[in-house]
């Protein structure tokens, strides 16, 4: 049984920082890639940034220069620095990880945290 739990969503004015966090627990061998991905209302989930257990990372173009992605893999924790946040960052922010386990990968996804933007 392998969990993510988020945590540091929340209501922040246009300008605004954030800082969300995700912690694997359970039965992990190792994590491959870690990532965050949104979806807004109507819209379909898309990714936000992701960073492989290597250190290599990859964001989408609309957050590139605000936000920055991290992970400490001792601690199996992955985080996202959200800047200069704008009304169209709102959303369901959701963390991603591949977890190796039994020798295959499987892919888990935390329960959510809404990030609001206001103008």
């Known amino acids: 049984q392998v969990q993510l739990v988020e945590s540091g969503g929340g209501l922040v004015q246009a300008g605004g920082s954030l800082r969300l966090s995700c912690a694997a627990s359970?039965?992990?061998?190792?994590?491959?890639?870690m990532g965050w991905y949104r979806q807004a209302p109507g819209k379909q989930r898309e990714l936000v940034a992701t960073v492989t257990n290597s250190g290599s990372t990859n964001y989408a173009d609309s957050v590139k220069g605000r936000f920055t992605i991290a992970r400490d893999s001792a601690k199996k924790t992955v985080y996202l620095q959200m800047n200069t946040l704008k009304p169209e960052d709102t959303a369901v922010y959701y963390c991603?990880?591949?977890?190796?386990?039994?020798?295959?990968?499987?892919?888990?996804w935390g329960q959510g945290t809404q990030v609001t933007v206001s103008s």
């Open positions: 359970g039965s992990i061998f190792g994590i491959n890639a």
């Open positions: 991603h990880a591949q977890v190796r386990a039994l020798g295959l990968v499987y892919p888990y």
